[in-house]
């Protein structure tokens, strides 16, 4: 997910959330030798107060995470400074989220916008309280082709972190078959992820309501992370509904990294991304 040329990039604005989402930062930059670079992005005037808060601010997170802390102040929307940035630096994301997010307000109206569509992985925290490191990574499954993709992703970051994956299930199909498959893929996940040397634990539940399952089991075994896939296109059912992965962003208190899926021809078999 990241090595040692990586950045983490951190937007900062005026609310707690965003430096509970700094102070976050810091084990992963340590791990990954990786540069911390907070974004101020100032819709007025105020560019120079901007700057001054936010080197003040970095001086306090290098001293506090023993890495190296970059600072940029744009100007504009939020939104579309942050994507510009990212683009350039091609970061991890670090977005703490003020409240449960809607479609239209997070640290800016189109954040999840951003989340959804970002080429970039970001974590998105919105609890008050978290423990430093990340010791067990809560990793759901389901028949979809994108599960094949987070498998790569929670062994890399396993290693990193010398975590626990902990992996989840739901039936919700009234079709056997489809059951039956599931059931056998979790357990070929469960083995794969175990022949790389990582603890990993398998569970399968029964039931209808897939997002508020996985969050309520993310509880139950002191999750740190819950890796989901976003999409970055919605059908019309899914933008008024939501998806699961919206769900789980939208609820969790919980850190969540979501990746954009990438366009692959063939996830027939379980292969890293890296």
Same mark, same amino acid.
Request: with cysteine; glycine share 4%; proline share 3%.
């Given at each position: ?119 970039? &992985? ?132 919980? &850190? ?16 890293? &991304?890296?």
């Amino acid at each position: 997910m990241l090595n040692s040329t990586s950045s983490i990039l951190v937007p900062i604005d005026s609310t707690e959330q965003t430096i509970i989402a700094l102070n976050q930062s810091y084990n992963l930059a340590r791990l990954t030798k990786s540069k911390i670079v907070l974004l101020s992005v100032d819709e007025g005037d105020n560019s120079a107060a901007a700057q001054k808060k936010l080197d003040e601010l970095a001086k306090e997170a290098a001293e506090k995470s023993g890495c190296v802390v970059e600072t940029m102040v744009r100007k504009g929307n939020v939104y579309e400074e942050i994507s510009k940035v990212a683009d350039v630096i091609q970061p991890l994301l670090m977005i703490g989220l003020t409240s449960k997010i809607t479609l239209n307000k997070i640290i800016g109206k189109n954040a999840f916008k951003m989340v959804r569509e970002s080429k970039h &992985p970001v974590i998105t925290i919105r609890g008050k309280v978290h423990r430093d490191g990340c010791k067990t990574i809560l990793l759901p499954v389901d028949l979809t082709k994108e599960t094949r993709e987070k498998v790569g992703r929670a062994i890399e970051l396993a290693k990193q972190f010398d975590a626990t994956v902990r992996i989840i299930s739901i039936l919700t199909q009234t079709d056997e078959d489809a059951e039956n498959k599931l059931i056998s893929y979790s357990n070929q996940v469960w083995k794969f992820i175990k022949s790389e040397g990582i603890r990993c634990t398998i569970k399968t539940l029964r039931g209808t309501d897939e997002a508020q399952m996985i969050l309520d089991y993310a509880h139950e075994v002191e999750a740190d992370l819950i890796l989901i896939m976003s999409k970055a296109e919605l059908n019309v059912k899914e933008f008024f509904i939501g998806t699961v992965a919206q769900r789980i962003i939208n609820e969790s208190d919980i &850190p969540v990294l979501s990746y954009r899926p990438m366009e692959r021809k063939d996830t027939t078999t379980f292969t890293t &991304p890296y």
